[in-house]
């Protein structure tokens, strides 16, 4: 077996760098001769701009330009990537989003002037003395009445706020499987609004270079080509051959930097403008109003149960919040990424769902680490724990109950996916035994004797993961397709560069992706570079998210290996004097079946360099291929997970005792990786279970605007997770795999309120359940009682 | 961050001095909570007058049946100072407690109850020890001086030098946190001395840190747990905000004060 190939625990080489600080980021791009942008962002939700007044700051000490909407006209406004058709064929209202603010302001934080000078403070100084006259509107805050609110609305092109109104399923079988139920589980459900929170905050620098009529961009994104293309040919009509994007080391992303944003855009123009590098970097409190936040659906859902427990339908309503405006991905998340995962791992024959998209004055939401699917878990595990409730039956057996069997893989859900694989039985038993649920009564007995309230709450995720088929994600309106690409270059000493197009934002893919071709190659994985996030070095690529990067990303490069591995026969057939038929390519060597003749893989990739005895009338000189992969379907890592708590009535004072995760995600390249990207993913999800929510007040602005207010979890807020994992391998990608980095995200939230719902022996709690919520539910028992 | 002047005095007197040159001065001591101001630019000081050179304003010393803690020493120097240990341990463990260890390092006595943050540590200790706070001009005992949220007795160009805190109260501090800035939600001082009970909640009232009568009344009958059984505190004059509403607060303090009388030695 090869060093550190598949299966590895290897350590991640990339944090070698991270964690000593030596790492490279946008913000440690520095460019001869730098200037410095400072936006000037709207205070107020929703006004009219009106006098604009920026005498005095232009001559402020320092400033290099200063620009506004007027300065933009002929550039195009910031493009979304998703086109949603709603109900009657009616597309969805995409309004202008102009990269400064236009005439209006729609939120806070709504970037309206840019300030160009020799420093950040000298900047800021000018921006001070920038005289805006907002002349203020009523701000539309809560979706559920942004239809009927009246007033101006956030945009002209939809007069009553929305975006669009989309369904799907089988109302008609929907409505049919409610009529004959003998049990209807209802339940109201708010997915709340989110803040994604990397640690590095976005930066851009902007570089145009005038004897060559150049543009690069160096920016903190998940995606660089997707940066390219969009901003390029939509927002500042660069061809792509003069217009490089970088997205060097970024410390994490969770989504947030999938999307292009104006910032990114207004720093490429108008480092041409002034004819100097622009530099651009978010302080945290502008990251709170300018990075795309997640979530933020109101559902209200129903279950339609027979006599016998089986499950039969599920309807579901939901409003979802775009924001002020469609950011590049949003209206893909409660729709196509979201209706199509409501059947969860059951076996029930209808489904219908209607997304209503609504404008308000807040900032954009798009996709949050799960992106859609922990929005639909959150519905089907929430109202399968309540419908187990109401009918008295075990949260898990109720599941289990209901669960796609084995046998019935491929599975045809109704709302349009094929899971191709699984065994959620076998995730299930391993988290029941993992979490001992069988002793709970006696840990929940103990608990009470100390007067305490101890719960238990099960989730049965899926997810659709490895996004996706191009053919397929085109039909549903996508603007790209989906597949990656990769580029494997064997140099002349036969070590190993790759480059690809996933990018790596913390995920581990110079360890991983190292791993994969160690193995395949059988060289160790010390060998292979991996080189990714520069679009002048990589293949046209479409980045990471989604969980795609092994699945799709990893693909890639493996059909990128199996072609220099044919080539290598060729060379190997030659140089052994056999035909190619009788060469075998195991361990790193290249034999002439039954026999003892062999050339190592470093003889061959020497000898495709220096071609002196070489098949050169049939083969090229050189060992580098090139291949793109397009996933077949998405993938569906499936898992169950059991939460405990223990909570202290008097205080609400709510306390994980235990988590345990039980996740199929097809084969492993690096345990460890997976085993950090679960607990990632856990502490994230149990985040918004228990601490994280953006709060708007009626005015717009953002309540929770920074550290103080906004909690994000830390390390003493959750248990030592217990993570195990069941495999049944991918059937359609070359690895078997099936992606881990959003799991944890989508199974960990439900798994906790269900478990605070059946401490408290509640029906629901509003998330985030900090401990007011918890004492006030807790209270409102201990009321009860005593009457 | 706007432009200032700085400057760093040898001497209290040469402080004072500069301090007084314009209403603009500000003192700087740990800088925890004025540098963050400043960095959002909404503190503009033409002058910072920093502190950290003055060598009288640090460090702990015993004096008679009192520890005195100079204005410029740090949460981590009480925390870990024998003297403080050994006679008034809650002192200690409170200043353990506040913020994390880089607040702790760069934090002092004198700039948090200078600057009297309604979720702040310290002021809870000061009033409910009933320890008198010594200015550059005069001595201000802790019933007279918090005045209000972020407002105290302390007159322009009047300096914090030191903490007098008496010893030989059984006392204990309880703080139930904020789960987002994990300052106090509610934080509770109990101190019992012959002289009776003193009980100080921070974190929770509108006007900032104050004395629960209704707590001192109950372990008044008895410092135990048992006392505080049926306490109740009234809502009126607490905060209410996102992380927690008056009722919610008033029906945490008299728990938090369990856990305080609990743990007092």
């Known amino acids: 077996m090869a060093q550190d190939g598949i299966g590895a625990s290897t350590k991640r080489r990339e944090d070698y760098r991270f964690l000593k600080g030596i790492g490279k980021y946008t913000d440690d791009i520095n460019q001869p001769n730098q200037t410095y942008c400072y936006f000037l962002r709207s205070p107020v939700a929703h006004a009219k701009i009106g006098k604009v007044d920026l005498s005095v700051a232009?001559?402020?000490?320092?400033?290099?330009?200063?620009?506004?909407?007027?300065?933009?006209?002929?550039?195009?406004?910031?493009?979304?990537?998703?086109?949603?058709?709603?109900?009657?064929?009616?597309?969805?209202?995409?309004?202008?989003?102009?990269?400064?603010?236009?005439?209006?302001?729609?939120?806070?934080?709504?970037?309206?002037?840019?300030?160009?000078?020799?420093?950040?403070?000298?900047?800021?100084?000018?921006?001070?003395?920038?005289?805006?006259?907002?002349?203020?509107?009523?701000?539309?805050?809560?979706?559920?009445?942004?239809?009927?609110?009246?007033g101006e609305p956030v945009h002209t092109e939809a007069t009553d706020n929305m975006c669009f109104d989309w369904e799907f399923g089988d109302k008609a079988a929907t409505d049919a499987a409610f009529a004959k139920a003998a049990h209807v589980t209802k339940i109201d459900l708010v997915n709340q609004r989110l803040v994604a929170n990397a640690m590095e905050p976005r930066a851009a620098v902007g570089v145009y270079e005038i004897g060559t009529d150049e543009h690069t961009l160096f920016t903190t994104s998940q995606n660089p080509?997707?940066?390219?293309?969009?901003?390029?040919?939509?927002?500042?009509?660069?061809?792509?051959?003069?217009?490089?994007?970088?997205?060097?080391?970024?410390?994490?992303?969770?989504?947030?930097?999938?999307?292009?944003?104006?910032?990114?855009?207004?720093?490429t123009w108008a480092a041409k403008k002034v004819g100097r590098p622009i530099k651009w970097?978010?302080?945290?409190?502008?990251?709170?109003?300018?990075?795309?936040?997640?979530?933020?659906?109101?559902?209200?859902?129903?279950?339609?149960?027979?006599?016998?427990?089986?499950?039969?339908?599920?309807?579901?309503?939901?409003?979802?919040?775009?924001?002020?405006?469609?950011?590049?991905?949003?209206?893909?998340?409660?729709?196509?990424?979201?209706?199509?995962?409501?059947?969860?791992?059951?076996?029930?024959?209808?489904?219908?769902?209607?997304?209503?998209?609504?404008?308000?004055?807040?900032?954009?939401?798009?996709?949050?680490?799960?992106?859609?699917?922990?929005?639909?878990t959150y519905i089907i595990e929430r109202i399968v724990s309540k419908a187990a409730r109401e009918l008295k039956l075990d949260q898990a057996e109720f599941r289990r109950m209901n669960f796609?069997?084995?046998?019935?893989?491929?599975?045809?859900?109704?709302?349009?996916?094929?899971?191709?694989?699984?065994?959620?039985?076998?995730?299930?038993?391993?988290?029941?035994?993992?979490?001992?649920?069988?002793?709970f009564p006696a840990?929940?007995?103990?608990?009470?004797?100390?007067?305490?309230?101890?719960?238990?709450?099960?989730?049965?995720?899926?997810?659709?993961?490895?996004?996706?088929?191009?053919?397929?994600?085109?039909?549903?309106?996508?603007?790209?397709?989906?597949?990656?690409?990769?580029?494997?270059?064997?140099?002349?000493?036969?070590?190993?560069?790759?480059?690809?197009?996933?990018?790596?934002?913390?995920?581990?893919?110079?360890?991983?992706?190292?791993?994969?071709?160690?193995?395949?190659?059988?060289?160790?994985a010390e060998n292979v570079n991996i080189i990714h996030g520069d679009t002048d070095k990589i293949p046209f690529g479409m980045g990471t998210y989604g969980s795609r990067s092994l699945a799709v990303g990893g693909s890639a490069i493996v059909g990128a290996l199996n072609k220099i591995i044919d080539k290598g026969k060729k060379i190997a057939a030659?140089?052994?004097?056999?035909?190619?038929?009788?060469?075998?390519?195991?361990?790193?060597?290249?034999?002439?079946?039954?026999?003892?003749?062999?050339?190592?893989?470093?003889?061959?990739?020497?000898?495709?360099?220096?071609?002196?005895?070489?098949?050169?009338?049939?083969?090229?000189?050189?060992?580098?291929e090139t291949s793109f992969y397009d996933p077949k379907n998405f993938t569906y890592p499936a898992g169950t997970y059991i939460c405990e708590v223990e909570i202290d009535p008097r205080t609400g004072t709510t306390v994980i005792t235990?988590?345990?995760?039980?996740?199929?995600?097809?084969?492993?390249?690096?345990?460890?990786?997976?085993?950090?990207?679960?607990?990632?993913?856990?502490?994230?999800?149990?985040?918004?279970?228990?601490l994280e929510g953006a709060i708007y007040n009626d005015k717009g602005q953002l309540v929770t605007g920074s550290y103080m207010d906004y909690c994000m979890p830390r390390a003493d807020d959750v248990p030592s997770f217990k993570v195990v994992t069941t495999v049944t391998p991918c059937t359609h990608n070359p690895l078997g795999?099936?992606?881990?980095?959003?799991?944890?995200?989508?199974?960990?939230?439900?798994?906790?309120?269900?478990?605070?719902c059946d401490a408290l022996d509640i029906d629901n709690i509003e998330m985030p359940a900090t401990p007011e919520r918890v004492w006030r539910a807790a209270h409102a028992k201990t009321m009860k009682a005593a009457e | 961050m706007y432009a200032f002047d700085y400057v760093r005095p040898a001497s209290l007197a040469d402080a004072v001095k500069a301090l007084g040159a314009s209403e603009e001065n500000r003192p700087l001591a740990g800088g925890q909570t004025l540098i963050p101001t400043m960095k959002q630019r909404l503190a503009m000081p033409a002058t910072l007058i920093d502190l950290a050179g003055i060598a009288e304003l640090k460090g702990v010393r015993r004096d008679g049946n009192a520890i005195v803690i100079g204005a410029m020493t740090t949460h981590a120097d009480v925390a870990g100072n024998a003297d403080v240990k050994a006679a008034i341990p809650a002192l200690a463990a409170l200043a353990g407690g506040i913020g994390d260890p880089h607040v702790r390092n760069s934090g002092t006595i004198g700039g948090s109850v200078a600057n009297n943050d309604p979720a702040a540590d310290y002021p809870a200790a000061v009033l409910a020890l009933n320890a008198t706070i010594i200015t550059t001009t005069r001595e201000i005992p802790a019933d007279s001086y918090f005045t209000g949220m972020f407002k105290t007795a302390l007159q322009p160009g009047e300096l914090i030098k030191a903490i007098r805190f008496p010893i030989g109260a059984k006392a204990a501090y309880s703080k139930f946190e904020q789960r987002a800035s994990r300052y106090a939600l509610v934080g509770v001082f109990v101190a019992h001395t012959g002289a009776g009970v003193r009980v100080a909640v921070t974190g929770s009232g509108a006007g900032g840190v104050f004395r629960s009568a209704p707590l001192e009344a109950a372990l008044a009958k008895g410092f135990s747990v048992d006392a505080l059984k049926g306490a109740v505190v009234p809502s009126t004059g607490l905060l209410s905000d996102i992380h927690g509403s008056a009722e919610y607060r008033a029906s945490v303090i008299p728990v938090i004060a369990e856990r305080a009388v609990a743990a007092a030695r």
């Open chain 1, 443 to 524: 840990r929940k007995a103990a608990s009470a004797a100390k007067g305490m309230m101890r719960g238990i709450g099960v989730c049965s995720y899926i997810e659709a993961c490895g996004i996706a088929p191009s053919s397929l994600v085109g039909a549903l309106g996508a603007r790209a397709g989906l597949y990656e690409a990769a580029t494997v270059r064997v140099n002349p000493t036969g070590s190993v560069s790759v480059m690809t197009g996933s990018h790596s934002h913390g995920q581990g893919h110079e360890t991983t992706f190292a791993q994969v071709v160690a193995s395949k190659l059988g060289i160790p």
């Open chain 1, 58 to 150: 232009k001559s402020a000490p320092g400033v290099v330009a200063i620009f506004t909407a007027a300065d933009l006209e002929a550039v195009g406004g910031v493009p979304c990537g998703w086109l949603i058709t709603g109900k009657n064929a009616q597309p969805m209202k995409e309004p202008k989003h102009p990269i400064l603010a236009a005439g209006k302001v729609r939120h806070v934080g709504d970037p309206v002037v840019a300030v160009i000078a020799e420093s950040l403070n000298a900047a800021k100084n000018a921006a001070d003395l920038v005289s805006i006259d907002y002349q203020e509107l009523p701000a539309i805050i809560d979706m559920r009445t942004a239809q009927t609110k009246g």
């Open chain 1, 281 to 376: 970097t978010a302080e945290r409190s502008e990251s709170f109003v300018s990075d795309a936040h997640g979530r933020d659906h109101v559902t209200h859902a129903e279950l339609a149960i027979d006599a016998n427990g089986k499950m039969l339908a599920l309807r579901c309503d939901t409003f979802a919040n775009m924001g002020a405006y469609l950011s590049t991905f949003a209206p893909v998340v409660p729709t196509w990424l979201h209706g199509t995962l409501l059947a969860g791992q059951y076996a029930y024959p209808a489904i219908y769902v209607n997304v209503k998209a609504m404008f308000t004055n807040t900032v954009p939401v798009d996709a949050y680490r799960g992106a859609g699917r922990p929005e639909a």
């Open chain 1, 658 to 690: 235990s988590f345990v995760a039980a996740d199929d995600f097809g084969n492993i390249i690096n345990p460890m990786i997976v085993e950090g990207q679960v607990h990632g993913g856990l502490v994230q999800g149990i985040g918004q279970a228990m």
């Open chain 1, 737 to 756: 795999v099936k992606g881990c980095g959003e799991a944890g995200a989508i199974g960990s939230t439900p798994a906790v309120i269900n478990a605070i």
């Open chain 1, 574 to 624: 030659h140089l052994l004097e056999a035909s190619e038929g009788d060469i075998e390519f195991k361990d790193g060597a290249y034999t002439v079946k039954g026999t003892d003749k062999k050339k190592t893989f470093g003889e061959i990739a020497l000898t495709a360099y220096v071609p002196h005895k070489y098949p050169i009338d049939t083969v090229e000189p050189g060992l580098e």
């Open chain 1, 225 to 267: 080509h997707v940066i390219r293309l969009l901003m390029g040919a939509f927002v500042l009509s660069i061809p792509e051959h003069k217009l490089r994007v970088v997205a060097p080391d970024v410390g994490g992303g969770f989504g947030s930097k999938i999307f292009h944003y104006a910032e990114e855009a207004f720093v």
């Open chain 1, 404 to 439: 796609i069997r084995k046998d019935q893989f491929p599975y045809q859900t109704p709302v349009a996916l094929v899971y191709d694989v699984g065994d959620y039985e076998a995730s299930m038993q391993a988290a029941l035994k993992l979490g001992d649920y069988a002793g």
